[in-house]
């Protein structure tokens, strides 16, 4: 039950992240095919590659 609880959590923190990126990406630029591929690049690999800055974060 816990786990189930903890993994929705995590879910909706990683969603949350990833959206913040991404628009932060976008931001001030023309919503063309490439921006829109550049920042969700930039999304995914803050994501995989950052994974300590953002449980830092949360303690």
């Known amino acids: 039950m816990s786990t189930r609880i903890i993994q929705n959590i995590g879910a ?21 095919a490439s921006t829109i591929s550049g920042a969700y ?5 803050v994501c995989t ?3 300590r800055v953002f449980l830092h974060l949360l303690v």
């Open 12 to 32: 909706t923190f990683g969603s949350a992240i990833l959206a913040t990126v991404v628009s932060n990406s976008m931001s001030g630029e023309a919503a063309t």
């Open 41 to 45: 690049h930039a999304g995914f690999m």
């Open 49 to 51: 590659r950052r994974p």
